[in-house]
């Protein structure tokens, strides 16, 4: 008994120690840039940090979006290796590698859902100067709560204390939400608008980027020191989360051309929809538009209100029903009054008969904007077309 009651006053002796060391490491980096959100996160996390490395700060970073990395000053990435299930508590270990390189600025995403761990990743090991909240959307309502407010309440877990905190929402009820959190942090808030990032800047990425998103992160560097022409300079020329919205162009041999959209990534409804909003305003001569929808049979349910949008919001010539369960969807295609004229159910087939599908289906040239489910099926295909694109240097 003597013996096990020794060992816990050890391990807490130990645990209280390695919290202290944490938090000198944590104030040793004078820039600490924390960023949370429904939507985004990954993409403003590397946007900043890349802004940040252009204009000549030393910066590390963290995304934990599609693929868990580290971003070194030089914009390498790092594999996270995770032989655990994911813990708060791994905050501790990345802040020991980033003191190790002596940054000046760090920025990390936001790695928890539940409310209380989001307090605790930002109050407890992130302590930022700066707070980042891309928005609000519909999402992980389990954990956060029904509304938008119960979400918005959630995420200003992360507003930092006596600090600042920027944010690119635009809905006034999740705004005064956020603003009356930041109040009680004595934090400076501020809704940033993405109307000065033209089109023209945003044809200039590689990848279809939100202008929300990089309006952000402009006005976090800019507040941080950066001129605005070398922070964009700096995130056009930087790597993209892999779940961002790349465009393909591929060329067939008889002359025929498809502008291959993969949004596989964005998951709700609304980000959905406004990729596809962006995709056409950038792209609006891009001849016949093609949605190629992967459904799996264990989120069907996102499948569904996926077809309630299109259905309402999104204008489109044909619909490649592609996945599981896709005979199941016939009936709520039916429901929301889509024709089966535009309706070709391809179903649960390789990359490769996806692919003849597909260019089947284009007679000169077409858009085809991938949608629904990443897995079973829908990565392959995406990267089928990025592996044949017009420039493989791209």
């Known amino acids: 008994m003597l013996v096990i009651v020794l060992l816990t006053v050890v ?19 004078p820039i600490r840039i924390h960023v949370n959100g429904t939507r985004g996160k990954s993409s403003v996390t590397r946007l900043i940090a890349a802004g940040l490395r252009a204009g000549g700060i030393k910066t590390l970073a963290k995304v934990t979006g599609t693929l868990p990395r580290i971003i070194d000053e030089n914009g390498l990435e790092i594999p996270i290796v995770r032989l655990h299930p994911v813990n708060i508590i791994e905050q501790i270990k990345v802040f020991r590698l980033f003191t190790k390189h002596e940054p000046k600025a760090i920025v990390m995403e936001c790695m928890a859902v539940q409310p209380e761990y989001q307090w605790i990743c930002e109050h407890q090991f992130v302590r930022s100067t700066i707070g980042v909240i891309t928005n609000a959307r519909m999402d992980h309502v389990r954990e956060m709560g029904p509304s938008l407010e119960n979400i918005a309440n959630s995420l200003s877990n992360t507003i ?82 892999p779940g961002a919205l790349k465009m393909f162009r591929i ?22 929809l406004l990729a596809w909003e962006r995709a056409w305003e950038l792209y609006p001569d891009q001849g016949r538009a093609i949605i190629l929808l992967n459904t799996r049979s264990d989120r069907f349910d996102r499948s569904v209100q996926l077809v309630e949008m299109m259905s309402r919001f999104m204008k489109f ?55 629904g489910n990443a897995g079973h099926g829908g990565l392959a295909v995406a990267d089928l077309f990025r592996s044949r694109r017009e420039n493989s240097n791209d």
């Open 160 to 241: 930092p204390t006596n600090g600042l905190t920027f944010t690119a929402e635009d809905k006034k009820p999740l705004l005064e939400v956020m603003q009356k959190r930041a109040e009680k942090n004595k934090s400076k808030f501020e809704a940033i608008s993405f109307h000065d990032v033209s089109d023209d800047d945003m044809r200039r990425f590689q990848h279809i980027e939100h202008q929300s998103n990089v309006a952000l992160a402009l006005r976090v560097c800019e507040e941080v020191g950066i001129d605005r022409k070398t922070a964009l300079e700096g995130m056009i020329n930087s790597h993209p989360d």
């Open 317 to 371: 010539d044909l619909l490649l029903s592609m996945g599981e369960s896709t005979e199941m969807l016939d009936q709520h295609f039916r429901r929301v009054g889509i024709p089966s004229s535009k309706i070709k159910r391809i179903g649960h087939v390789s990359a490769e008969k996806a692919w003849d599908a597909i260019w089947n289906s284009v007679e000169d040239e077409a858009m085809v904007f991938a949608m």
């Open 11 to 29: 391990l807490i002796g130990f645990g209280a120690y390695e919290f202290t060391l944490h938090r000198q490491r944590a104030t040793s980096i």
């Open 251 to 272: 060329r067939s041999e008889g002359g025929r051309r498809v502008l291959f959209l993969n949004a596989l990534a964005a998951n709700d409804p609304e980000s959905t």
